[in-house]
C-alpha cells in the first residue's frame, strides 16, 4: 500500500493532495472527513521492527529508532487504509495510514507523539471496528527501547534497506 491515506473521495490529482496524511491523531480520528469512514471499516495491523521519531536539540533534529525491549522482532501499529480510484485513468490506489497518540513518559523524553502500539491480544478486537478511540493508548513506559542513530535516517539519499540506519550512535557534547 501507498503510505499516506488517500480518501476514497479525493477527487482531485494526488499530487495536489497537500495535507500530511501519513498519520491520524487519535483525538481527531473520528471527527475528520479524511479518516472518518476507513477507521470505521477499514482497521489494519501495520507490522514494523521499529519506528525513528526526531528529537529538537541544539545541533538540529536528531533521530531516535524505537524497538521492542524485549527484543521481538516486530512492534504492530493500529492503522487503516483506503482505495481511491483516478477518474481519468481508472487506476485504483490502496493507501493506508498510522493513529498517533500522546506519548508515554519514555517517549515523551524524545518526541510529542507515538504511534498506537497494538498487543497481540488486541489485535482481533482492533479489526472487528469494536475497538473504540478510548482505548487506543499509548503503550506501556517499559514496552520500548530507545537509541540515537544517525542523521542520514533524514536523508532521502540513503538507501531505505540500509541497516546501518539503525546502528547506534553517540551523541555529540553539547
Not at 544517525?150 to 546502528?167: C, E, G, M, Q, Y
Request: charged residues 25%; contains cysteine; neutral net charge.
Amino acid at each position: 500500500m501507498r503510505w499516506g491515506l488517500i480518501p476514497f473521495f479525493w477527487s482531485k490529482p494526488i499530487k495536489e493532495l497537500r495535507l500530511a496524511t501519513f498519520n491520524a491523531r487519535v483525538e481527531t480520528v473520528t471527527t475528520k472527513p479524511f479518516f472518518r469512514e476507513p477507521f470505521k471499516s477499514k482497521r489494519c495491523l501495520m507490522p514494523v521492527s521499529g519506528y525513528y521519531e526526531w528529537q529538537d536539540t541544539p545541533g538540529g533534529k536528531q533521530p531516535w529508532y524505537f524497538t521492542a525491549r524485549d527484543g521481538s522482532p516486530a512492534l504492530t501499529i493500529a492503522g487503516f487504509w483506503d482505495q481511491w480510484k483516478n477518474k481519468e485513468t481508472g487506476e485504483r490506489i490502496k493507501s493506508c495510514t498510522m493513529i498517533i497518540t500522546a506519548p508515554n513518559d519514555f517517549v515523551a523524553e524524545v518526541h510529542e507523539r507515538m504511534p498506537v502500539l497494538l498487543m497481540p491480544e488486541q489485535f482481533e478486537h482492533w479489526l472487528s471496528g469494536e475497538m473504540g478511540v478510548d482505548e487506543l493508548k499509548a503503550a506501556p513506559d517499559g514496552y520500548l527501547q530507545r537509541w540515537p542513530v544517525s542523521k542520514r535516517v533524514n536523508s532521502s539519499r540513503a538507501d531505505k534497506d540500509d541497516p546501518s540506519l539503525i546502528d547506534k550512535v553517540e551523541l555529540a557534547a553539547a
